[in-house]
């Protein structure tokens, strides 16, 4: 595969077969991190469970303690009271048929959170199809399906993830920017890591967590030593 020059480079700086802790490992990333841009540093974490069986899913969402340095945009499906609620705290855009109406027929999707308030997920389950394989579609487990808009929409915009497995039983979670520094992004790092660790399925047998990759949007992936968490 062609690699460019500046991430050979960065690339040769990284010992391919350690384990890096936490703080050389963010070090590592942002010194080698050449991009013209603040690129976003993303976590990739392999488990040991298969997420075929619905026993074994891990999923969830977590407020990191230093955001994600992304500026969030949250519509919610709310109405009366809740609706008032969700715009007070922040949200871009608050609606109900209107804004289904609108993802439908225009194929609008200018917004990175969904939230709404359960007596619409009637409405919002008419969207599944097109906001479910974009990971959009809210859900009780990550937050997002909830009474109090108002808490959602106020942790989505300090910097709330959600994690999940894919198919291939890999959760991809962004942790930050290169900006933040090291001691910030090992900070992050531990915080989901610890939500992964404390999500661990009963029926999850041998090793949790076979590897962990951290990279930047153009740089090479750094292994990170997680048995110190």
């Given at each position: ?38 690129e ?8 040991g469970?298969d997420?075929r ?7 969830g969402?977590?407020v990191?303690?230093n ?34 109406e ?9 917004f ?6 359960p ?21 009780p ?21 959600e994690?999940?497995?894919?198919k291939?039983?890999?959760?991809h ?5 290169v ?7 090992a ?8 939500a992964?660790?404390?999500?661990k399925?009963?029926?999850s ?17 750094v ?5 110190k968490?």
């Amino acid at each position: 595969m062609f690699r460019g020059k500046k991430y050979q480079d960065a690339a040769k700086q990284i010992e391919k077969n350690t384990q890096y802790d936490a703080a050389e490992g963010f070090g590592l990333i942002c010194k080698t991190a050449s991009a013209k841009f603040d690129e976003t540093v993303e976590l990739h974490v392999k488990l040991g469970v298969d997420s075929r069986h619905a026993d074994q899913q891990v999923r969830g969402a977590i407020v990191l303690p230093n955001g994600t340095g992304k500026n969030v945009r949250v519509l919610v499906f709310a109405k009366g009271d809740k609706a008032e609620a969700a715009k007070a705290a922040g949200a871009d855009y608050v609606g109900e048929m209107d804004l289904v109406e609108k993802i439908q027929k225009e194929n609008w999707f200018d917004f990175d959170v969904v939230v709404a308030t359960p007596d619409m997920m009637g409405v919002v389950g008419r969207l599944g199809k097109v906001l479910g394989p974009k990971g959009l579609m809210p859900s009780p487990k990550a937050g997002t399906v909830t009474p109090d808009v108002a808490k959602a929409v106020q942790e989505s915009k300090a910097g709330k993830v959600e994690y999940r497995l894919d198919k291939t039983n890999i959760i991809h979670c962004p942790i930050g920017k290169v900006s933040f520094g090291p001691e910030k992004l090992a900070e992050n790092f531990n915080a989901l890591m610890g939500a992964i660790i404390k999500a661990k399925p009963a029926a999850s047998k041998g090793q949790y967590i076979k590897s962990c990759v951290a990279a930047s949007t153009m740089g090479p992936g750094v292994k990170m030593n997680t048995a110190k968490i």
